[in-house]
């Protein structure tokens, strides 16, 4: 019986995704989550994310995790949010509270496990010249002014998602073993992660929702279909190849951009949320 163990498994692509790893014979789905019969978990805490890691030790036992899924993620509509710790939400939610749950299940995987880290093309300024982040200052995205306007929320998803590739590529360099995958499912309308936009960015939504045939934007199903099937080893990378990116409802390999590309500001990026996270002390 192969373990799967996911987070943002309960709506959107994620939903679609879990449904199609639970249905898979052989295999079984643990998921972890603020609602919806799953296992409680609450990125935005850190006790809540340590009771979730104990918690998912406890139902496997002696077992180990042969897939690991950090699917969940936010996206608000300013900066001004913070976790229980302090941190930016963004950088809070999706990068350090996935960090966090990734170290501390790291013994329970399996030597050739799989992890897909859900990352997103707004990381890039190709993809996303008004946003993307241009270097990879830590301090400044854990701790930024607060400032109450909807691109200063963006920037700060966008930055967040920079951190889930590099972490992605920092435990490719340190588990060699592990098959590491950073995901993007590209702009997929119909999903609830821009439910903290004001009404005018949210018609961005709206809109690509009508023009996505002519666009050839992925559905919620298709997105989703393909987390499953990195997650399942039904997709799997070319060599020295991490990011997945769909591209015209496509699975490709393309490279990231050029900050997420650089071993250095990887291994920044993890020794520093290490402390952060209070898995080190700062030195």
């Given at each position: ?151 200063a929320g963006f920037r700060a998803y966008s930055a967040s998602k920079l951190c889930n590739i590099l972490t992605a590529r920092a435990l490719a360099a340190a588990e060699p073993k592990l ?105």
């Amino acid at each position: 019986m192969a373990v799967v163990v996911m987070t943002g498994g309960t709506a959107g692509l994620g939903l679609v995704a879990a449904e199609r790893i639970r249905a898979e014979p052989g295999v079984r789905l643990v998921v972890g989550g603020r609602s919806g019969g799953v296992l409680p978990l609450d990125l935005s805490s850190f006790a809540s994310v340590r009771d979730f890691a104990q918690a998912v030790e406890q139902a496997i036992g002696s077992g180990q995790i042969d897939v690991l899924v950090l699917n969940a993620g936010i996206q608000t509509a300013t900066n001004e949010g913070r976790t229980a710790e302090g941190f930016e939400a963004n950088f809070g939610v999706n990068h350090l509270g996935h960090y966090l749950l990734l170290r501390l299940l790291l013994p329970k995987l399996a030597p050739d496990a799989t992890v897909v880290i859900t990352a997103s093309d707004t990381h890039d300024p190709k993809a996303n010249s008004l946003a993307a982040p241009r270097e990879l200052d830590i301090a400044a995205l854990a701790h930024p002014p607060v400032a109450g306007k909807f691109l200063a929320g963006f920037r700060a998803y966008s930055a967040s998602k920079l951190c889930n590739i590099l972490t992605a590529r920092a435990l490719a360099a340190a588990e060699p073993k592990l098959r590491v995958i950073a995901y993007n499912p590209g702009f997929t309308p119909g999903t609830a992660l821009q439910r903290d936009w004001p009404w005018w960015a949210r018609l961005s939504g709206f809109f690509a929702a009508l023009v996505r045939p002519i666009a050839r934007l992925a559905t919620v199903e298709q997105a989703g279909d393909a987390l499953a099937d990195l997650a399942l080893g039904r997709a799997t990378p070319p060599a020295g190849q991490l990011y997945a990116s769909m591209d015209k409802r496509r699975l490709t390999w393309p490279d990231p951009a050029e900050l997420a590309r650089r071993d250095d500001l990887a291994q920044q990026l993890w020794d520093e949320s290490a402390w952060m996270v209070g898995l080190t002390s700062p030195e």
